[in-house]
């Protein structure tokens, strides 16, 4: 039972912007703390952002604070996370990912993850 499909993905050149979204579904619907992760090859996947679904509240690693927005659409069961003035080093997986612990950073404090999406930022 798929639960949480990430799209949005694709190549841009470094100032410009995509915006990435996760659908959430079945059993992730329970989920109300949400984060946006990312894995670079070579590197540890990291967080990136997390929403609580239910209140709106948001947190950022200070890497992309004042670049990258995470929202939630409560009726259309999606979260968003529009990312503004790429760099190069924000090329990465991208994964969507549910869990029970608002604002959470840690990977294992979410339970359910999407497939991931690809984001390339040329130079």
């Known amino acids: 039972q798929v639960q949480l499909v990430e799209s949005g993905g694709g190549l841009v050149q470094a100032g410009g912007s995509l915006r990435l979204s996760c659908v959430v579904s079945g059993r992730a619907l329970s989920r109300d703390a949400m984060a946006w992760f990312r894995q670079a090859p070579g590197k540890e996947r990291e967080f990136v952002a997390a929403?609580?679904?239910?209140?709106?509240?948001?947190k950022y690693v200070d890497s992309v604070k004042g670049r990258f927005t995470i929202s939630r659409d409560i009726a259309k069961n999606t979260v968003n996370l529009q990312m503004n003035s790429l760099k190069p080093e924000d090329a990465a997986i991208y994964y969507c990912?549910?869990?029970?612990?608002?604002?959470?950073?840690?990977?294992?404090?979410?339970?359910?993850w999407g497939q991931g999406t690809q984001v390339t930022v040329s130079s």
């Open positions: 990912a549910a869990g029970v612990v608002w604002l959470a950073t840690a990977k294992g404090a979410y339970d359910t």
């Open positions: 929403i609580s679904r239910s209140r709106g509240s948001t």
